[in-house]
């Protein structure tokens, strides 16, 4: 039980790491597709794209990891992305600073 609070702990941890969070994304859209789509706008360290357990099918949306800011950018500044007729929704991801945080307590 604590190995799993552990590993799931450290996903959202790494999910801050990412550029763009992405959603609205087809049922039949791949990481790997994802992956090739967002190439046109420079390198892609990583894509996640989680998938529900008790379904077996992706949850529809994923996070992007481009090499430099300059590519996070240019995907930012095209008007819309469609991939098999839908519209995705981006949304830049912001880092902040575990100081910068709200105080959940407040």
Known sequence: MAAASAVRAAGR????????FVA????????KELKEYFSQFGS??????????????HRRYC???FSTPE?????????????EGSKLA????????RSQRKNPRE
């Open 90 to 97: 981006l949304k830049q991801q912001i880092r902040r600073r």
């Open 44 to 57: 892609v360290q990583r894509c996640q794209l989680p998938f529900d357990r008790d379904t077996g099918f």
């Open 13 to 20: 941890r790494s999910r801050r790491l990412f550029d763009i």
């Open 71 to 83: 590519e996070v950018q240019s995907v930012l500044q095209k008007d819309s992305h469609v991939l």
């Open 63 to 65: 996070w992007i990891k």
């Open 24 to 31: 609205e994304i087809p049922w039949t859209v791949s990481s």
